[in-house]
């Protein structure tokens, strides 16, 4: 059994011995020997093999021990941590941070639009976000690509929207992420839309703190109804660009 270690136990030490698994071949199995890795990180042969125990009970590497070291993986959770710190990096030292995540539109389960018209949501997207959201979510199922890329959202600057209580139960918080959805087209290398390509500005991304999906959807949130401004329908790819935003009740203060 693994120790009960979780991913509150791992802090910066043990991210940089992550970083520096990575960094010796990618993202894909490594021989790492303790005592290396205990170098590169300026700590002893034992401190390098207790951070390495910690990021296995966390779940961010999968580790097989042979005689001469030991094989090592990078999980998926492993690289969502590293992107999560490569986002924070591009906002020190990049003036403009933005993502494109990929996907195909996908048929929620109605649940967006019971969510949102609630009046303690619906109070703050007119205030925070600036319009009332059109009763219902576009779903997108993304691809491999932006499942991995999904993580750099924590490096994005969005708009809080807070938990509330009702009557009989607490509803919980959410963060509202900026989007432009493309559809009928890819952007070409300089940022413009190809001839076909529709696109909707004034979305955003909305990402509850508790949700029933996993990390290959996201829902998007607009003022008219998505499906029929792009002519969506189920399987059609799009892309939804991120970028920075703050709360329209704040702009200009």
Not at 122 to 130: D, K
Not at 131 to 137: C, I, K, M, N, V
Not at 190 to 205: I, T
Not at 223 to 246: C, F, N, Q
């Amino acid at each position: 059994m693994q120790d009960a270690a979780t991913a509150t136990d791992v802090g910066p030490d043990e991210l940089a011995a992550l970083k520096h698994v990575a960094l010796a071949d990618g993202l894909t199995e490594t021989k790492v020997s303790c005592a290396a890795l205990g170098d590169r990180l300026d700590a002893s042969t034992q401190t390098a093999s207790r951070r390495l125990q910690r990021l296995e009970a966390a779940g961010l590497i999968e580790r097989e021990v042979v005689g001469d070291g030991q094989w090592v993986r990078v999980t998926e959770a492993g690289e969502a941590a590293l992107r999560s710190e490569y986002a924070d990096y591009r906002r020190i030292f990049e003036t403009e941070t933005a993502l494109t995540l990929s996907g195909v539109v996908t048929s929620g389960m109605g649940e967006g639009r019971h969510y949102i018209t609630l009046d303690g949501y619906m109070r703050q997207f007119r205030e925070r976000l600036g319009y009332e959201p059109f009763p219902g979510t576009l779903n997108v199922d993304l691809d491999e690509a932006s499942v991995r890329r999904r993580a750099e959202l924590g490096g994005i600057d969005a708009v809080p929207i807070d938990a509330w209580e009702g009557d009989d139960r607490t509803y919980g918080a959410a963060t509202c992420f900026a989007a432009t959805v493309v559809a009928g087209g890819a952007e070409d290398d300089d940022g413009a839309d190809e001839a076909d390509a529709r696109s909707y500005e004034g979305a955003h991304v909305i990402v509850p703190d508790r949700t029933h999906h996993d990390e290959s959807q996201i829902e998007v949130i607009a003022p008219d109804r998505l499906r029929d401004e792009l002519g969506l329908d189920d399987r059609e790819p799009v892309d939804v660009r991120i970028e920075p935003t703050s709360r329209a009740d704040e702009e200009g203060a």
